[in-house]
């Protein structure tokens, strides 16, 4: 019944941009916090970045911070993923994830490829 859904990933240059998207269905989005994680090849899976419910409040993992941008329309049950200044290594598959907390339940997109090269 929960889904997410990734789409946006794609084959950018390095220095490019994407905007990664996560529709969300088959639960009350504005009340869920989101999150994006990333996983390389032959690496773990990785927290990217955060937003709280409403979206006031978001968290970076260290080597995104000041390149890519998580933001969040309630309305239309979607949040995204800005991503400015690509580099090689941010090479993954991008997850949109988020937790039911009553249950203790995780929810996890089936993701969508980002690919940095020249």
């Given amino acids: 019944q929960v889904q997410l859904v990734e789409s946006g990933g794609g084959l950018v240059q390095p220095g490019g941009s994407l905007r ?3 529709a969300a269905s088959g639960f009350t989005f ?23 419910s409403t979206g ?5 993992e260290d080597s995104v911070k000041d390149r ?7 309305a239309k049950y979607t949040v995204y993923l800005q991503m400015n ?5 941010d090479t ?12 203790g339940t995780n929810y996890w997109g089936k993701g969508t490829l980002v690919t940095v090269s020249s």
């Fill in 85 to 89: 200044s690509l580099k090689p290594e």
């Fill in 56 to 60: 006031a409040i978001t968290n970076y």
């Fill in 68 to 74: 890519f941008t998580i933001s969040r329309d309630n």
């Fill in 30 to 52: 504005s009340n869920y916090a989101m999150r994006w994680y990333r996983q390389a090849p032959g690496k773990e899976r990785e927290l990217v970045a955060a937003i709280s």
């Fill in 92 to 103: 993954a598959v991008y997850y949109c994830y988020t937790r039911e907390r009553l249950h």
């Fill in 20 to 22: 990664l998207s996560c």
